[in-house]
């Protein structure tokens, strides 16, 4: 098995091309793993504080266009 240290390793001699291309594939499952959280997050109720928030602002008057 491969440990992180060795993986770094071989990262470092990878041409620029393949080097982008593995940020980009990190960063997609990053984002991929983030929105999986939020979802979870809006079923189970933990960001219902955020709707109401904006209602109230938007009940206050206090929203601006955009």
Do not use: C, V
């Not at 594939?25 to 960001?47: C, N, V």
């Amino acid at each position: 098995m491969k440990t992180a240290e060795n993986i770094q390793t071989q990262i470092k001699t990878l041409p620029h091309g393949e080097y982008r291309k593995l940020a980009h594939w990190f960063s997609e499952q990053d984002w991929k793993a983030w929105d999986k959280e939020i979802e979870k997050d809006s079923q189970a109720g933990r960001l219902d504080f955020l709707i109401e928030e904006a209602l109230d602002e938007k009940q206050a008057r206090k929203l601006r266009g955009l």
